[in-house]
């Protein structure tokens, strides 16, 4: 069974750091590409930020791009969000999800975590 | 503003076929991207309905069908049922911005 399971949520003062962990499980962590995708309260969802199963190339969106870096452990079988310089628009739960394909096609992500909350404010 | 653009809600009496839209562009639906599809029931995990245009993750209903055409989308329910009250997400790749993108949700109510 496929599990995620995401960690480091908080509360975080405009301009601070946090580092939120997502511990994978009950598949081939080492070769899946994985993704963060956030939600603010009462919004849509918004992807933010992807790794391939090589963890050579990852992929931001313009609204992280400099502030926010992917990266995994893959002996910990761990995917991890660095968001540095955190601003009140970040304030979302932020959920990792596995990504999947078929053949040559466009990523879709099946497999989704609960979701940590992270709060931007003074 | 999203680059896929649904509808914010749309609504059916039970047993009621509906439609969510979808509109993207030439950078993404239109230049090929495949659109996958998303269930949101309230206060819950987003959930993987449809992927790769039209088809279904085992454990979903043969009620939810997806069709694509041009720059658009649509995700079609038949035989409307309480349980489908929820939102919806279409979600397809841009090449103009590199990156995965979702439609803003389609609010579903069920009368």
């Known amino acids: 069974e496929v599990q995620l399971l995401e960690s480091g949520g908080g509360l975080v003062q405009p301009g601070g750091s946090l580092r939120l962990s997502c511990a994978a499980s009950g598949f081939t962590f080492s070769t899946s590409d994985m993704t963060w995708v956030r939600q603010a309260p009462g919004n849509g969802l918004e992807w933010v930020s992807a790794i391939r199963g090589n963890g050579v190339k990852t992929h931001y969106a313009d609204s992280v791009k400099g502030r926010f870096t992917i990266s995994r452990d893959i002996s910990k079988n761990t995917l991890y969000l660095q968001m540095n310089s955190l601003r009140a628009e970040d304030t979302a739960i932020y959920y990792c999800?596995?990504?999947?394909?078929?053949?040559?096609?466009?990523?879709?992500?099946?497999?989704w975590g609960q979701g940590t909350l992270v709060t931007v404010s003074s | 503003q999203s680059v896929l653009t649904q509808p914010p809600s749309v609504s059916g009496a039970p047993g009621q076929r509906v439609t969510i839209s979808c509109t993207g562009s030439?950078?993404?639906?239109?230049?090929?991207?495949?659109i996958h599809w998303y269930q949101q029931l309230a206060g819950t995990v987003p959930k993987l309905l449809i992927y790769g245009n039209n088809n279904r993750p085992s454990g979903v209903p043969d009620r939810f069908s997806a069709s694509k055409s041009g720059t658009s989308a649509s995700l079609a329910i038949t035989g409307l049922q309480a349980e489908d009250e929820a939102d919806y997400y279409c979600q397809s790749y841009d090449r103009s911005l590199s990156g995965w993108v979702f439609g803003g949700g389609t609010k579903l109510t069920v009368l």
């Open positions: 030439s950078s993404n639906i239109g230049a090929g991207d495949d």
């Open positions: 999800a596995k990504m999947s394909k078929v053949g040559a096609a466009t990523s879709y992500f099946d497999y």
